[in-house]
């Protein structure tokens, strides 16, 4: 029979082949397995076959196998689905939902009270009613799946004009991006257990949920209640299996804290993919010396082309060069270029450019924005001719010698300050060639829209303790900071040993970085934390910390 939904089709054989196998399981829930995920998915199926027209589906829920089973009911019944986490402010929630027109909400769980107050004028189904009422386990026909050209999924993220944005990824993206992610070490074993941290409105949850679900295996949920509590998450993580983990360098870099985050607590973890920002040397490395027999993996790519479309393994090579590390090759299917942003046009091999990607798996388009998908996404061609469409990245890369794609910063992260052209990231990257910075985040201090000045974040690693005249101690509690004003000494903001001690680490940085970037580049102020405040995406978070950057 031909595969007409990589996602349904892969779920429906191993419900079949391997009807006990888990497919889903978290520390609240106990093994869902593929005979009765799909069951549910076909009931949940049936009730949504009652929704007119195929317009998208918007799925509220947390991290659930419910959730996952109403996904995958909208895709047998023929509409994309539009994942929401039941954390979303109203706000953000309206944005979103006004942009669908005449949408149907499928609950997986109760619907907050902030969100029901917003949700007048949409129909609300609720997939524990629909679940009820539905019990045959007969899916819908193949001719109404959600196929080929179509969308699957549709995932907003933020625009720069502050409305998201929704990326309209479709099936053929999908199965283009499983043929790929299906031949990844330990992954082409089948049946491994994925760590499933990421919330489904965020694309790097496809990475588990495609990974698993298309190969037998299974997914172990991390909710957001065990990732404020690393007690729990801790004792969770003991007993979870995993095999295989995907996040942000910065969720790992989060555990990496705790030092029983090693392969006594995960015994059985053999590959680690990391993907949405920069994986830092410290991170790896230490991973490699706690995981000795894991795989640590950087991947790269953008929503808009479908998770990610380079990997590569993180080697000694690349740890022994304090160079960033690279983020690998591009899959069969892509096809990068670097260009010139300005001219468009390819820049002499080894240079920075934007990097453009061709291929199988970049996204249709935002949904309905015209505009907007105008300017980032164009018709165009393989190298053999092959019609495909490009996706203009928005970052800053190049490509070197062994074919490594190098990711340096984004373009509009580029700041004029008093005249002078800078690159956040550069700054970010000279802090963090330091050794005993272990990561680095720098925001522009603003005043009527001007950039005055540059604040930079610095979390420093224990080995700050033997750097040259540093050292911060562990009282700097979660959530403050001790600031060194200029470099020619204000006091820190609070008295106290630990502030005194952040204070001389922050001069001393200031005054290694001034070996290495001309004056102007040089932060202002240097704020070390005792750990980087991540985003809901689980990377650095730069709103919070612009936020905190005095005028
Ligand atoms: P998102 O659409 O949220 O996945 O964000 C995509 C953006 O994250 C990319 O355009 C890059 O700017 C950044 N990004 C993704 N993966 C990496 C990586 N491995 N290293 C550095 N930046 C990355």
Known sequence: MATMNVLLDSIENTAATAPDAPAFRSAEESATTYSQMWHNACAIARGLASVPGHGPVLVLGPKHALTVECLLACLMSGHAYVPLDVELPPKRFTDIACQISGATLLAACDVPDALAGVLSGADVLDARELLAAHTTAEPLPREMWVTGEQTQYIIFTSGSTGRPKGIEVTENDVANFRRWLADFPIVREGGRVFLDQAHYSFDLSEFELVGALTTGGCLHAVD?????????????????????????????????????????????????????????HTTAAKLRERFPGAIVANTYGPTESTVAVTYCEVTDEMLADPAPLPVGRPRQGTELAIVDHAAGAPVAPGQTGEVIIRGDTVALDYYENPEKTAEAFFETSLADGTKTRGYRTGDLGFIDED???????????????????????????????????????????????????????????????????????????????????????????????????????????????????????????????????????GKADRKALAARVSR
């Open 224 to 280: 957001a209640s065990e990732l404020a509590d690393y007690r729990r998450l801790f004792a969770d993580l003991g007993n979870s299996g995993i095999e295989v983990w995907v996040s942000t360098p910065s969720f790992a870099d989060a555990c990496l804290a705790d030092p029983s985050f090693s392969a006594t607590l995960l015994p059985h973890l053999r590959l680690f993919l990391f993907c949405g920002e920069a994986l830092h």
């Open 403 to 537: 074919g490594l794609l190098h990711v340096q910063g984004r373009l509009d992260s580029l700041v004029k300050l008093n005249g002078f052209r800078i690159e956040l990231g550069e700054v970010e990257g000279a802090l963090e060639e330091i050794p005993r910075v272990r990561h680095a985040v720098v925001v522009p201090a603003t005043r009527a829209g001007r950039v005055t000045s540059l604040c930079a974040f610095v979390v420093v690693g224990p080995d700050a303790a033997t750097g040259p005249d540093a050292t911060v101690g562990p009282a700097v509690a979660a959530g403050q900071d001790a600031t060194g004003q200029d470099a020619t000494g204000a006091s820190a903001t609070r008295p106290g040993t630990a502030n005194v001690d952040a204070f001389a680490t922050a001069r001393s940085l200031k005054a290694e970085l001034a070996m290495s970037l001309p004056a102007y580049m040089v932060p202002r102020q240097i704020r070390i934390l005792d750990e980087m405040p991540l985003n809901a995406n």
